[in-house]
């Protein structure tokens, strides 16, 4: 929440600004509290990342034997190692950028606080890149990740099957699963 106040002040109206209500709450907004905050936000990130890779790894290796290829076996730790880098762009870029080592901002200086969409329209190429590309892309791949080792798309799959299965046996009419929730058919 403080990275959010902090860092994404220009993206809400002048009149309701949140770093009102940090200073209400005692947080200071300077210079040195953002980088603090890019810092820890950086640091919980990888580990939480790099710690679900591992997790990930290790569930795939115990519970995935039997599948052949071993990326295959191994596909939800390799969806989160790919997630990785993506994930950390934009913390890595706010820690950087904080150090003075880089300068890409991520918003265009021709654009104010009150431009479309919450900034969205204002977003720089770095901004677009890093933070709409990779931010987006590494949670859509640790997303998967998970779902693949908690073996939902098996069990969609599986499921699937069964009810084609049943519906072409005659035994399922053309209600929904729903159905007994409902009430009836569900049209």
Same mark, same amino acid.
């Given at each position: ?27 200071? *907004?300077? +210079?040195?509290? @953002?980088? #603090?905050?890019?810092? %820890?936000?950086? !640091?919980?990130?990888?580990? $939480? ?18 599948? *052949?290829? +071993?990326?295959? @076996?191994? #596909?939800?730790?390799? %969806?989160?190692? !790919?997630?990785?880098?993506? $994930? ?20 265009? +200086?021709d654009c104010g606080p ?72 569900v049209a």
């Amino acid at each position: 929440m403080v990275h959010y106040v902090v860092t994404h002040a220009r993206a809400f109206p002048r009149g309701c600004r949140p770093l009102l209500l940090a200073g209400f709450l005692g947080i200071s *907004a300077s +210079a040195a509290a @953002r980088a #603090l905050s890019h810092s %820890l936000t950086f !640091a919980v990130n990888l580990a $939480v990342t790099t710690n679900l890779a591992q997790h990930l790894y290790h569930k795939s290796k115990a519970t995935r034997a039997h599948i *052949a290829p +071993a990326w295959k @076996r191994q #596909l939800p730790s390799l %969806l989160a190692l !790919a997630s990785i880098p993506l $994930v950390m762009a934009d913390p890595t870029r706010h820690v950087l950028q904080d150090a003075g080592l880089i300068s890409a901002a991520m918003y265009r +200086a021709d654009c104010g606080p009150d431009n479309g969409l919450h900034g969205l329209l204002c977003l720089s190429l770095a901004g677009w890149i890093i933070t709409v590309f990779c931010t987006y892309a590494g949670f859509g791949l640790l997303i998967s990740g998970v779902l693949e080792g908690a073996g939902v798309p098996a069990k969609v799959r599986a499921a699937w099957a069964a009810s084609r299965a049943r519906r072409e046996a005659g035994e399922e009419s053309r209600d929904t699963p729903w159905s007994d929730i409902a009430g009836g058919s569900v049209a």
